[in-house]
């Protein structure tokens, strides 16, 4: 009986240190900052000064809300990439958008971040319908970055390849909830 007993505190007193330990975690999780320390970074982003505002973006707001977060990567069909190509736009538009947020929008990108980095592949027809999903997309306020292809193996140079748009689930639907899946 008294094995028992003992048995049982120590479960108990396992759960209960358990959700504590997972408490604290998650509230890491939801509180961490990011911070940039590097030398190069430094001199990257003094390069790009001119060309990009230091104010942070309106998608800060939506962060606080604590809803489901994703990124979807739209990617122009009629340029006719391989594979390889593909994936290589997708990861430089996700990287364009990422480094864009680090700065401006440290809350949207680890809300991204603490809903797993969810990311969505879909496919349009044409450069023009991309530059119309970036207007909706500016209009509800979600941060976007387009890759433009330097034109070195399969595309021509100054091609806009793919877009990457960030933030809540919903908001990011109405601007790409139509396209097919790549």
Not at 85 to 106: D, E, F, M, N, V
Not at 133 to 161: C, F, M, V, W
């Amino acid at each position: 009986m008294v094995d028992m007993i003992m048995w049982l505190i120590i479960l108990i007193s396992g759960l209960l240190v358990g959700a504590a330990l997972g408490y604290f975690i998650s509230t890491l999780q939801l509180t961490r900052r990011i911070f940039v320390s590097s030398s190069k970074s430094v001199a990257i982003n003094a390069r790009h000064k001119k060309t990009q505002s230091k104010e942070p973006l309106q998608i800060e707001k939506l962060a606080d809300l604590r809803k489901k977060f994703k990124m979807v990567l739209v990617v122009r069909n009629d340029l006719k990439m391989g594979k390889g190509k593909i994936a290589a736009q997708c990861s430089h538009a996700t990287l364009g958008l990422y480094k864009k947020l680090l700065q401006r929008a440290p809350r949207a990108l680890n809300r991204w971040e603490y809903c797993a980095q969810p990311k969505v592949v879909v496919k349009i027809e044409s450069e023009a319908e991309m530059l119309v999903l970036q207007e909706r997309a500016k209009s509800l306020q979600l941060p976007t970055h387009i890759t433009i292809d330097a034109g070195k193996t399969q595309i021509a140079p100054n091609s806009r390849t793919v877009m990457a748009i960030l933030g809540p689930v919903d908001n990011v639907d109405e601007v790409t909830g139509g396209l097919k899946l790549m």
